[in-house]
């Protein structure tokens, strides 16, 4: 499968708690996304990397957020000290470059903070 | 605020019908536009797209819709399967990286 990978497919976890997710874009894919989709609405955009560089974060990424794109292939994105209202579906795409702007995404990490 | 929203939140049609979802966008400055499908536990999957300087772009059953004067975005599905059973969403490129999403209509195909 070349498509974007993202793991775990869910997670359940106590509020206070720290996750982490990690996706895994296509391969030579330089763009990389985070988005957050809650129940009846679209993907809202989160953050977006170039290469290993994030470049853009949006307002909803609080302080208690944080994306890595450490080599440029894979991303992490941690969620600490999480409050029930992060509860959501995390989504993460890529694309390959600025030429293209149709983004690829992946299944989603469902997030259900208890 | 300037977004991208839909006229209907669910729609339902009989297999075979042709299905038209409409979606309109406030930002003159957008010149790019894009739909997704997405079905229950996965994630968006592209459809079809289509850049400001068109009005209008077919794919496989389905065509997209451009009128730049009203701001409006339509997708229509011709021969609508029970596979086409799915929320759709449009979105824009307002800014050059990102996309920014609609919220969304849900496409119920009945036999």
């Known amino acids: 499968d070349t498509g974007v990978s993202q793991n775990p497919r869910h997670k359940i976890t106590k509020r206070g708690q720290n996750v982490t997710f990690r996706c895994d874009p296509i391969?030579?894919?330089?763009?990389l996304y985070w988005y957050r989709q809650t129940l009846g609405q679209g993907p809202e955009f989160l953050t977006y990397?170039?290469?290993?560089?994030?470049?853009?974060k949006s307002r909803l990424l609080s302080d208690r957020f944080s994306a890595e794109r450490p080599k440029g292939s894979f991303s992490t994105l941690e969620i600490q000290r999480t409050e029930q209202g992060d509860s959501a579906m995390y989504l993460c795409?890529?694309?390959?470059?600025?030429?293209?702007?149709?983004?690829?995404f992946g299944s989603g990490t469902q997030l259900s903070v208890l | 605020g300037e977004s991208v929203g839909l006229h209907l939140p669910t729609l339902s049609v009989q297999e075979g019908d042709n299905s038209i979802i409409n979606c309109a966008y406030s930002?003159?400055?957008?010149?790019?536009f894009i739909w997704y499908k997405q079905e229950s536990g996965k994630g968006p999957q592209f459809i079809i797209d289509?850049?400001?300087?068109?009005d209008k772009r077919q794919g496989q059953r389905v065509t997209v819709l451009l009128n730049k004067t009203v701001k409006h975005l339509s997708l229509q599905i011709a021969a609508t399967q029970p596979g086409d059973s799915a929320v759709y969403f449009c979105?824009?490129?307002?800014?050059?990286?990102?996309?920014?999403f609609g919220k969304g209509t849900s496409l119920l195909v009945t036999p």
């Open positions: 930002n003159s400055a957008s010149d790019y």
């Open positions: 289509i850049r400001s300087n068109m």
């Open positions: 979105a824009e490129n307002i800014n050059g990286y990102a996309l920014n």
């Open positions: 795409a890529s694309s390959p470059d600025r030429g293209e702007e149709k983004l690829f």
């Open positions: 990397f170039q290469n290993e560089a994030q470049l853009e």
């Open positions: 391969s030579e894919h330089n763009r």
